[in-house]
């Protein structure tokens, strides 16, 4: 009979976060039962976590920051890289000064604790104070409500807080109490996926043409380059999606890098730097073809059942918002990000990032707008100047419901370019908020209704579409622009000069808006002659990039 040992799956390493106190307020000590326990007060968790979603919603870690500059220094980076690369710089600049958050999709808030068991709270319980917390910033920030409250099993309404957030408290040894913060978008979230594989899976081979077949179907649309992580193994599925999560946060980096005979889990660091060759290879780049498909990458082996092998994939956008925080006797403390990241923009102009752009007037008629981007083909970057209207999920769905009862197409998607997005509120004295675009696909299944109806012929918007928009765009002479996923402060600030409701003012963000925007960038994805740039990269049996069509 073996000897008891415990083994804790998750064995972290030396935490060398730079850390800032916030203050040494609301934390203090007191004996009982000869022991010292630390007392925290709820205004500590709720002030803790007031700052950090507000510090996550505008400013990022350096080493992200080191990273993309990284892209504008490689020779090897396309000029798309580059591009893609110096926005999301010049968003972050824009974003540090407090105003404008980072993305306009600021997220589904989500706090992971460790409490130590020598830690006491009192006064209304640890999750309604971080709660407070939440609600604080987002109703007194420049923050998007992106929660819904199911009222039946169909209705929703938005709950107007950015509340209920996901705050999960476990117990462990000590006396700090120690925190994961972290603003969770739409994008990114939907890209944590689980498959249930079996042992056939774990041979290299195997791996890597299961891992390269995943990576290609991950798509842009959750605004690359990635932070990726891979787990393979787990002790359930949910605690693998669990894992990968952690692991594209950068939470698990300091896990020991071999395993053992008590099952502990640990980093694969020959198969990231495998994994991150292969994402380099497909081409897909930093969303518009190139290198930089990935940042990097965590690969996570754990222990798992003999008949049962999870593998989660999970990914950390461009809005790579997450930040450490801890109470300790010493006081409050948060992790330091980035305040100045002016210091990481290059002296470039983008003349110097190569490629042509492209003009587009919308003053134009739709006709002629349609003519001017028929003449070039996809990949062609765009600058966009003129009125837009705006429209995105509950929008469209109402629009289809007028179609199907005979009322016809809205002139607006008629006569203008629709853009699919739902911006974060205006801060006084601005013309917009955070406005990036939403994610394309979710949007696909409107599209030829619409376009064989005279609207929607050309759409803007992030990421990768169904081979049914490709179709739809070559039976109407329909074109699909992509934006960059992510300057959504950029965007907002500098592009953007007028924003106006047209319809459905109750929906708030995702009400139908008219805008004016001047020199916003964009990229020819699918045109009307049935090219798609996502379509043309497959993958090959010697894992090499073929482009096609």
């Not at 008949?307 to 930040?323: G, L, N």
Request: contains cysteine; proline residues 5%.
């Amino acid at each position: 009979m073996a000897t008891f040992q415990f083994q804790d799956m998750l064995p972290l390493g030396h935490d060398d976060t730079p850390y800032r106190r916030l203050t040494g307020d609301h934390v203090s000590t007191f004996e009982a039962a000869g022991q010292t326990f630390l007392r925290v007060e709820p205004e500590a968790l709720t002030l803790l976590t007031r700052q950090a979603m507000r510090d996550i919603a505008h400013l990022l870690r350096p080493g992200h920051l080191a990273q993309l500059r990284a892209i504008v220094d490689d020779p090897e980076a396309s000029s798309n890289d580059k591009f893609v690369a110096l926005e999301l710089l010049k968003n972050a600049n824009i974003a540090a000064g407090g105003v404008l958050p980072s993305c306009q999709d600021t997220g589904t808030a989500i706090v992971m604790a460790k409490k130590g068991q020598a830690v006491f709270t009192a006064g209304g319980g640890d999750e309604a104070a971080i709660a407070r917390g939440i609600y604080d910033v987002y109703t007194t920030s420049n923050l998007r409500y992106s929660q819904l409250a199911p009222l039946d099993m169909y209705k929703e309404a938005n709950t107007g807080s950015n509340l209920p957030a996901q705050i999960d408290i476990f117990a462990t040894d000590g006396d700090a109490y120690k925190f994961l913060f972290m603003a969770k978008g739409g994008g990114s979230a939907n890209k944590s996926l689980l498959f249930q594989e079996t042992k056939a899976l774990l041979n290299p081979a195997s791996l890597m043409k299961f891992i390269e077949a995943k990576l290609r179907s991950l798509g842009t649309s959750a605004c690359p380059p990635y932070h990726l992580a891979v787990v393979i193994g787990g002790t359930s599925a949910e605690h693998t999606l669990k894992v990968a999560k952690l692991a594209s946060a950068r939470y698990l980096d300091t896990l020991p890098t071999e395993g053992n005979a008590l099952g502990r889990g640990f980093r694969d660091l020959a198969l990231e730097r495998d994994v991150l060759a292969l994402a380099q290879r497909t081409g897909v780049g930093a969303q518009f073809g190139g290198k930089y498909f990935c940042h990097d990458v965590r690969v996570v082996r754990l222990p798992r059942h003999g008949a049962s092998c999870p593998v989660a994939i999970a990914v950390s956008c461009s809005a790579d918002r997450q930040a450490l925080g801890k109470i300790t006797r010493e006081g409050i403390f948060l992790e330091q990000l980035e305040t100045d990241p002016a210091r990481y923009l290059p002296d470039v102009v983008d003349e110097s990032l190569g490629g042509d752009v492209v003009r587009i007037d919308l003053r134009q008629p739709m006709s002629e707008i349609r003519a001017t981007l028929s003449r070039h083909p996809i990949r062609t970057r765009l600058a966009l100047s003129g009125p837009m209207v705006v429209a995105r999920d509950i929008a469209h769905a109402k629009i289809k419901e007028g179609l199907d009862r005979g009322d016809g197409m809205p002139a607006y998607l008629k006569d203008y370019m629709v853009y699919y997005a739902g911006p974060a509120k205006t801060p006084a004295g601005y013309a917009s908020g955070s406005f990036g675009p939403t994610t394309a696909g979710r949007m696909d299944a409107y599209v030829d209704q619409f376009q064989a109806a005279g609207g929607s012929l050309v759409m803007l918007a992030k990421g990768n579409r169904s081979a049914a928009v490709t179709e739809a765009c070559h039976a109407h002479g329909g074109f699909y622009l992509g934006s960059i996923g992510g300057p959504a402060a950029r965007l907002g600030k500098d592009c953007i000069t007028k924003v106006e409701v047209l319809e459905y003012p109750e929906l708030g963000m995702e009400a139908v808006w008219k805008i004016d925007v001047v020199d916003f960038p964009a990229f020819i994805v699918v045109d009307d002659k049935g090219n798609d740039f996502f379509a043309g990269i497959t993958g090959g049996g010697d894992g090499k990039l073929k482009v096609v069509g």
